[in-house]
């Protein structure tokens, strides 16, 4: 049984003397028509930009974000970047006239391949083309919507990381030879990573961008930057505030605990080493996908431990931990750990 180890950070200065907090909200369709898990209706898509005017956020162009991360520049509190994956049509004909209507500018991560197929259901290259034209954001979401996490039993890994590379370089090429952008921005098919994945990205002058909840800040990971998926069942008004006042945790993790990807049964418990400052003990929660809020076990002064409470379900799984600052009340520090775990006879098993 796995054990692994949070090596944590809270680098509160820079957040609470700098206001260097923002956070990314993640969408997919804007259409009552389109599957529930991957939409929001344009009613609620509305209501959530009416509220970000209602109540003065500043929203951005993600290279804006990024070029003030990359660059250690001051981040203005209540600062927001507004992101789609998939580039469905319902994007253009339903989301951006509404996005119109608050100046509100965005970024569509978009798989080449599937563009290439010329689906109904897709915004062709002329639509991106004159989308990016207006100041639309077309950025890389892989060559085609594989998960890049998951290795075919018949490859090694090194061979999977060469099939990878060379199918986002050329989804990139793709890119800017049919919009005129190259922005090196990359998000993960399904959320799924692994560490050597993220090197490779890393590696290759990629900022890369995840499925897993968080606010971003000085000391995020630019190979797996957090976005808050907004579509349902996360559309609801009074959870998304709370997520648009988050406050990011910044975290460095040890090489074990780094790692995503874990058969069944196989991991038991995690321990988180904490610089406590801005938080009480007592209000920290963590909870994990599908067997909800675990225990908290405080090892040592700067030490906690959770021991999962069941075994933790195949699939995608997270554990949110947040905590409310003592320096701005009513606000939430928030971080997000994945895992993906796998059935034991998975075809796309990779260890």
Request: glycine share 4%.
């Amino acid at each position: 049984m796995k054990i692994i180890q949070f090596s944590l950070l809270i680098t509160l200065f820079s957040f609470t003397m700098n206001g260097a907090a923002a956070v990314i909200l993640q969408y997919h369709h804007v259409s009552d028509d389109s599957p529930a898990s991957t939409s929001i209706s344009p009613a609620q898509f509305e209501a959530h930009m009416q509220y970000l005017a209602d109540n003065s956020f500043r929203v951005v162009p993600l290279s804006e974000l990024m070029n003030s991360i990359k660059k250690q520049q001051a981040i203005p509190d209540k600062t927001v970047a507004i992101t789609f994956d998939d580039a469905y049509l319902d994007i253009l004909t339903q989301g951006k006239p509404i996005l119109d209507k608050f100046n509100y500018p965005f970024t569509i991560f978009i798989n080449p391949g599937i563009i290439n197929q010329n689906s109904s259901q897709y915004l062709s290259w002329l639509q991106l083309k004159k989308m990016a034209d207006d100041g639309v954001i077309i950025a890389n979401h892989g060559f085609n919507h594989d998960s890049f996490a998951r290795i075919p039993k018949n490859l090694t890994e090194a061979e999977w990381l060469d099939h990878l590379k060379t199918l986002l370089n050329q989804a990139e090429k793709i890119i800017e030879e049919n919009t005129g952008q190259s922005w090196r921005y990359f998000a993960y098919p399904y959320g799924e990573y692994t560490p050597a994945i993220q090197r490779m990205l890393k590696e290759h002058d990629f900022i890369a961008f995840s499925q897993q909840s968080g606010a971003v800040g000085f000391g995020t990971d630019l190979t797996a930057v957090p976005r808050f998926p907004a579509s349902k069942p996360y559309d609801n008004l009074t959870t998304l505030r709370d997520k648009l006042h988050a406050l990011p945790f910044s975290m460095t993790l040890t090489d074990e605990s780094t790692e995503t990807i874990y058969p069944i049964n196989s991991l038991e418990s995690s321990t988180f080493n904490v610089i406590v400052d801005d938080f009480n003990k007592s209000q920290l929660n963590c909870y994990v996908t599908g067997i909800g809020r675990q225990n908290i076990d405080w090892q040592t002064e700067n030490s906690f431990m959770i021991t999962f409470n069941a075994p933790l379900p195949s699939g995608r799984v997270r554990a949110n931990c947040t905590a409310p600052s003592k320096s701005k009340p009513g606000r939430y520090y928030w971080y997000s750990k994945p895992w993906f775990i796998l059935e034991a006879g998975d075809q796309w098993y990779p260890l």
